[in-house]
């Protein structure tokens, strides 16, 4: 399987190292002063849905530029449709929420 990295261009997967499924959000188990719902915290770090098709997935190119990505991949087929900065992804969907 190869990888276009957006700034290095295309490599082996072997330059990059797997973080995981991109799609889960982190919730909000509230303040120091409340008592945290924790179910929802274990929920996002356990609990993942393992569907074959496409899915979007954390990538860090270690052996090049050591960005993270989100890469769009058939986890079926391996076939990669997108891969994008994960940091200018964020940026992008934050933007304004900061003063
Ligand atoms: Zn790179």
Redesign the pocket.
């Known amino acids: 399987m190869r990888i276009r ?1 957006p ?2 261009g295309e ?1 082996s997967h072997a330059e990059f190292s797997y973080l995981g499924d991109a799609a889960p959000t982190r919730p909000n188990i509230g303040t120091r002063a409340t008592v945290p719902d924790t179910t929802l915290f274990v929920d996002y770090v356990y609990m993942r849905d393992n569907s074959p098709g496409v899915m979007r997935e954390y990538w860090q ?1 270690v052996g ?2 050591r ?1 993270w990505l989100i890469v769009e991949r058939n986890v079926t087929t391996h076939a990669i449709s997108n891969v994008a900065s994960a940091r200018e992804q964020v940026l992008a969907a934050t933007e304004g929420e900061h003063p």
């Open positions: 990295c700034f290095c490599r190119h090049g530029c960005s």
